[in-house]
């Protein structure tokens, strides 16, 4: 399974904060992920077309490339304002 | 070195003094808070509501003053933050840094603030007079926290 995490504006444009998936097959990386996701259609789609969307792979800023395996939990959110 | 994220506000002199308190080679201590203004981009704010990514912005802040440690020789660092519902006037951070002179600690301080800026977690949803609205980053943050690479 994997740990999906949704925060702050992407959060409400989904509709949801989390999600529990398995492991969609070949899918292998963080950019496989945003395909599968898009797919869906309608909201989901946005997840392609926003510009500065950023993620986090086990709690670490991750890239397009970085390397998903079963179990990992995986954050999508617009760029960080805090401060 | 420590680093919390509370929803309570925080009592700035109570935390430079128990950040120093007992060290005798501290010779400077450098400190930064941040503050809820009442109006961003042209419009007024009333409230603002800070969302973090739990356990993620623990590992970023301590990441970050681990780092502002390995460039500079500080002697101890604390960086609070706080979550949830703020009003113009409030606290929302304070980064202090304990050192033995003045330039490592400025610098620390800075680059601790400017990594924060643009490496934790952390969201800002204004309440303005024309509705609420997520608060954008800002290509000044991120110019700020790369000038200290390469």
């Known amino acids: 399974m994997l740990k999906i995490l949704y925060f702050a504006g ?6 949801q904060g989390s999600e529990q998936l398995e492991l969609p097959g070949g899918v292998v990386d963080v950019a496989g992920l945003i395909a599968f996701l898009a797919a869906r259609g309608g909201q989901w789609a946005r997840l392609t077309t926003l510009r500065n969307l950023r993620y986090a792979v086990n709690q670490e800023m991750a890239r397009p490339d970085s390397t998903l395996r ?13 401060g | 070195m420590a680093v919390r994220v509370q929803e309570a506000d925080f009592d700035v002199g109570a935390e430079l003094a128990a950040l120093r308190q007992g060290n005798r080679q501290i010779g400077a201590l450098a400190s930064f808070v941040g503050l809820v203004r009442d109006v961003n981009d042209g419009v007024g704010v009333s409230e603002m509501t800070l969302e973090h990514y739990p356990g993620m912005t623990e590992k970023a802040l301590a990441t970050i003053v681990s780092e502002a440690g390995q460039r500079w020789p500080i002697l101890d660092a604390l960086v609070i933050h706080r979550v949830g519902r703020l009003l113009p006037t409030d606290q929302i ?6 050192g033995s002179h003045r330039g490592d600690v400025f610098a620390a301080c800075q680059f601790i603030m400017d990594y924060l800026k643009t490496r934790a977690p952390f969201w800002k949803r204004e309440m303005t007079s024309a509705g609420a609205r997520w608060v954008d980053a800002r290509a000044a943050d991120d110019q700020a926290a790369e000038r200290w690479q390469g």
């Open chain 1, 10 to 15: 992407l959060r409400e444009t989904l509709g």
């Open chain 1, 70 to 82: 079963a179990g990992d939990e995986v954050a999508f959110f617009p760029p960080v304002t805090g």
């Open chain 2, 93 to 98: 951070v304070l980064v202090a840094v304990a």
